[in-house]
């Protein structure tokens, strides 16, 4: 009989043996995709996060691969807050979008400054394709008990001078819509970059 010392040394060399063999295959995480949004004023570089908004990401990619935002522009700018767009084209038509998506803010990310984030109406599971990225930590945005957030599924490594110029744009308000920049802000393409 092994004693009772002798068993939890054991039992912990067990743990430390299984701790350090290599995760499944199917327990890995999740790469993080990385897309390019090519504006008339520069490039944005952004990192997803499908391990914390999964079904967010899969409809960002989805409108991304479709071709969606190619084409649109920065309709919503605030300077000191956001800049949102993928809804619009240049003279204000709104393209169609698909079906809403489910608000997944209870994620645990926190809508900081460089964060993308989904845009929606007062309806917490209206997002469909257009998108935000913070110019500030806007914290008011996150989920909190009783109240649904603005889902973060994201955030730019690089070009945030890019969005910081752009919020810095002067706008004015056509047909309805406010902080409609007075000169169009492209989005010529939203690209995948190729997983390392």
Not at 72 to 99: C, N, W, Y
Request: aromatic letters at 8%; zero cysteines.
């Amino acid at each position: 009989m092994l004693s009772p010392m002798l068993r939890i040394l054991s039992g912990l060399a067990l743990l430390l043996f299984i701790a350090s063999l290599p995760a499944r295959a199917d327990e890995s995480p999740q790469p993080e995709p990385q897309v390019v949004i090519k504006t008339s004023e520069g490039d944005i570089t952004l990192r997803l996060f499908p391990d914390k908004s999964p079904v967010t990401v899969a409809n960002f990619l989805a409108y991304v691969d479709a071709g969606h935002y190619n084409g649109t522009i920065f309709h919503r700018v605030i300077s000191g807050f956001m800049i949102q767009g993928g809804g619009f084209l240049p003279d204000l038509t709104e393209k169609p979008a698909g079906d809403p998506i489910i608000n997944e803010s209870r994620n645990r990310l926190h809508n900081i400054r460089g964060a993308v984030t989904m845009a929606r109406t007062s309806d917490p599971d209206s997002a469909a394709a257009q998108f935000f990225i913070n110019q500030r930590t806007n914290l008011q945005l996150d989920w909190s008990p009783g109240k649904e957030g603005y889902t973060v599924f994201g955030e730019v490594i690089d070009g945030m001078s890019v969005v910081d110029y752009i919020s810095s744009a002067p706008v004015h308000t056509v047909a309805g819509h406010e902080d409609v920049p007075t000169e169009p802000i492209l989005i010529l393409s939203v690209e995948r970059e190729p997983l390392p």
